[in-house]
T-cell receptor
């Protein structure tokens, strides 16, 4: 069975500081990995995804994530936080394809301090 | 092009009633998936439909059912509503569901269901 664990339900950083949101996954087959962002009262927007190939994945809004198979991790980073980054972030995994059933983590709420 | 659309935006129902939620996928997308997001949690997979056939079902009771129409739009039905069914219901569409492919799932804004 597949599962996702997001470490820290709430992360707070200062504007301009490094953002690091942690995600570990469990999968019996090579996984498809995702990070989604959800702004208040909105749906989910894909930030980035890992399917195959390069393990460092670049996404929208300056975010990137690195797939580390040995650590079963897919942490999300951004060098410099902006106030507009405040949102809920979900790490997710799917099997077989990126269009099949997605299993989401419980989410990390990112707050940005001025 | 329009994204995934869902209706209604908000809905208030009473325990025991039934509800129908609707989803229109992005034009040309053949697959629709439904997710339930309870407040404070990540979305949970309910159903996936492709070419009008059910292709996946999550761990939800039989009170939950869905269907996909020839135009690829979809309905999610929930019978005998419980307080615990209060959630944001998200619909996602994808072009196809080929194994090993990297088609993206695009999410709609969701329908907020409140059961009182």
């Amino acid at each position: 069975a597949q599962s996702v664990t997001q470490l820290g339900s709430h992360v707070s950083v200062s504007e301009g500081a490094l953002v690091l949101l942690r995600c570990n996954y469990s999968s019996s087959v090579p996984p498809y990995l995702f990070w989604y962002v959800q702004y208040p009262n909105q749906g989910l927007q894909l930030l980035l995804k890992y399917t195959t190939g390069a393990t460092l994945v670049k996404g929208i809004n300056g975010f990137e994530a690195e797939f580390k198979k040995s650590e079963t991790s897919f942490h999300l980073t951004k060098p410099s936080a902006h106030m507009s980054d405040a949102a809920e972030y979900f790490c997710a995994v799917s099997r077989y394809s990126s269009a099949s059933k997605i299993i989401f983590g419980s989410g990390t709420r990112l707050s940005i301090r001025p | 092009d329009a994204g995934v659309t869902q209706s209604p935006t908000h809905l208030i129902k009473t325990r025991g009633q039934h509800v129908t939620l609707r989803c229109s996928p992005i034009s040309g997308h053949k697959s629709v998936s439904w997710y339930q997001q309870v407040l404070g949690q990540g979305p949970q997979f309910i159903f996936q439909y492709y070419e009008k056939e059910e292709r996946g079902r999550g761990n939800f009771p039989d009170r939950f059912s869905a269907r996909q129409f020839p135009n690829y739009s979809s309905e999610l039905n929930v019978n005998a509503l419980l307080l615990g069914d209060s959630a944001l219901y998200l619909c996602a569409s994808s072009l196809d569901i080929l194994l090993g492919a990297s088609y993206e799932q695009y999410f709609g804004p969701g329908t907020r269901l409140t059961v009182t």
